[in-house]
C-alpha cells in the first residue's frame, strides 16, 4: 500500500455516514395531512391535499433510501412542508411548527442555496394559501381543534431527533479530528525525520507538487566536488570510537551547513569525505554553478583552518581538508528500483572529481581545465602539474585554487590569517550591516588583551635581565 493510500484508508471522513434528514420529516407530513382529512371528514379539498403530499413523500423515501440528502430533495420537501403551510392557511401554530422544519432544512443546505429554497417556500406557501381559498370558501378554525398540538408536538420530537443526530455526529467528528491531527502530528514529526536523509532540492519540490517519483535520470552538466580529511586514518588508529565519532560529526555538521548556504546538492557522505555538486536539479548557469563550487571549497577550507585550531587544543594534531572538483557532463537522476531510489550522479567526470582529490595535497583545492575555465577570472590559481590517473587515459592538468589575498581588487571581501594560537578570519561578503559595531568592538578588546600580554612579556625580559646581570657581579 502507498502512503497516499493509508492516508485515504485512515481519513475520518471515510463512510461518515448517510444523512436521514427526510424520514422524520416526511412523516410530520404525511401525519398532518391524514389528521387534516379526518379531522375535515375526508373532504375532496382534504383528499387532494393526501394525494398531493403523500405520492412526492414516499418517492423521496424510496429514492434516499441508500442516498445523502441532495439539493432537488431538499427542495422537494420544502414545497411539500410549504404546501401544507399554504393549504392550512397559515394556521399559527402548525405554521410554525412546520416552518421551523423548514428552518432547519435551510440551515443544512449549502450556503449558496439558502436564499433559492427560502424563496420557494415562500412563494409556494401563498400560491397554496390562495388555491384553498379559493377552492374552499370554509375558514380553518386552528383554535379548537387538537391539529395544531399534534402537529407541534410532532415538529418538536423531529426537532430534538435532529438536534441529537446532529450532536452525536459532532462529537464522532470531534474524536475524529482530534485522531486526524494526532496521526498527522507524527507523519509530519516522522517526514522532518526522513528529510535529513535527503537533500532539500530533491524533497522540496516533491512535496509542493506532489509530482510521481520513478527511476529516471538525464544528462546535465554539472560541477562536482569531492573532499576528505588527510590525516583521519592515521587519526582513527590512535584515538577512541567515541573522541573519533565526535570529531567526524563536528566536521560533517560544519561542512553540511556551509553546503546548504551555497545550495549545493549533497549527494553523499562517504567515511570522512563527502559529495557535492550544482547543476541539477535547480541551475544557474554552468560558470556560475563552477563559480559557487570553488567558493564553497574556499569556506570549508577556512572553516576547517577554525576546527583545527579547536581541535588542537584537544590534542588532536594534523588534521587538513582537501578537495578535487570538475565540471561536465554526467547522468544525474533517480537510481535504483521502484522500492528504493537513490538521487545520484554517475559518469565520468565524478570519477575524474575524486581522482584530483585523492592527488590533492592538505588544504588544496584542486580543479580540472573545465573549471578552471570558468573561474580564472574570479579566482587565483596556479598550476600545478598534469597527473595521470586512474582509469583516464590522457594527462589531466590540475589548477590550485588559491585564497583570496587582500591586494587583489575584488577579491579583496576575505582576510584570513593564522598563527598558532591565532586566527583570524574575516567574510566581509557574509557580514550584516548590524555586525560591524560588534566586531569592531572585538577586536579592540583583543587588541587590548594584545598590549597588555606584550607588556608583561616586555617587562619580564627586562626582570630577567637584571637578575642576569646581578649575577654576573
Known sequence: MTFSETLKSRSPLKDAGVCRFDYPEVFVLIMTVVLRAMYYDFRPISMALLVIITLPSLLILIYNYRRQTSFWTSNIVIILLSVVIGSLQFCMIISISLAVLIGIRIILSRPENQLKLLTVSFITAIVFYYVVTILSNDELDCGDSWLPPTVLLASMIVILCQFRRMYQEYIGYKASAHKAAGRLSTMVSVINKLTRFVPPQIWEPIVKSD?????????????????????????????????????????????????NKHGAVLDKFIGDGMV??????????????????????????????????????????GLYIRVGITTGYCHVGNF??????????????????????????????????????????????????????????EKVDAWQVLDPS????????????????????????????????????????????????????????????????????
Open 211 to 259: 509530482s510521481p517519483v520513478r527511476v529516471s535520470n538525464k544528462r546535465a552538466k554539472i560541477t562536482i566536488m569531492f573532499s576528505d580529511i588527510v590525516g583521519f586514518t592515521e587519526l582513527s588508529d590512535s584515538l577512541s570510537s567515541d573522541n573519533l565519532a565526535d570529531i567526524l560529526n563536528t566536521y560533517m555538521h560544519c561542512m553540511t551547513s556551509i553546503a
Open 336 to 393: 535504483g528500483s521502484n522500492s528504493r531510489l537513490s538521487y545520484t550522479i554517475i559518469g565520468k567526470e565524478a570519477n575524474l572529481a575524486s581522482r584530483l582529490e585523492s592527488c590533492a595535497g592538505k588544504d588544496q583545492i584542486l580543479v580540472s581545465e573545465s573549471t578552471y575555465d570558468y573561474i580564472c577570472h574570479n579566482y587565483e590559481c596556479e598550476h600545478v602539474a598534469a597527473f595521470c590517473l586512474k582509469g583516464i587515459d
Open 406 to 473: 587582500a591586494s587583489t581588487g575584488h577579491l579583496s571581501k576575505w582576510v584570513d590569517h593564522t598563527l598558532p594560537g591565532f586566527n583570524l578570519h574575516l567574510n566581509f561578503k557574509d557580514m550584516k550591516d548590524n555586525d560591524y559595531q560588534d566586531i569592531r568592538a572585538r577586536l579592540n578588546f583583543a587588541l587590548e588583551l594584545i598590549e597588555q600580554e606584550e607588556e608583561k612579556v616586555v617587562k619580564d625580559i627586562a626582570a630577567e635581565s637584571k637578575r642576569e646581570d646581578a649575577n654576573r657581579k
Open 276 to 317: 557535492c555538486f550544482f547543476g541539477e536539479p535547480n541551475s544557474r548557469g554552468s560558470r556560475q554553478d563552477a563559480l559557487d563550487c570553488v567558493a564553497m571549497a574556499i569556506d570549508m577550507r577556512r572553516e576547517m583552518r577554525t576546527l583545527r585550531q579547536k581541535w588542537r587544543l584537544m590534542g588532536f594534531e
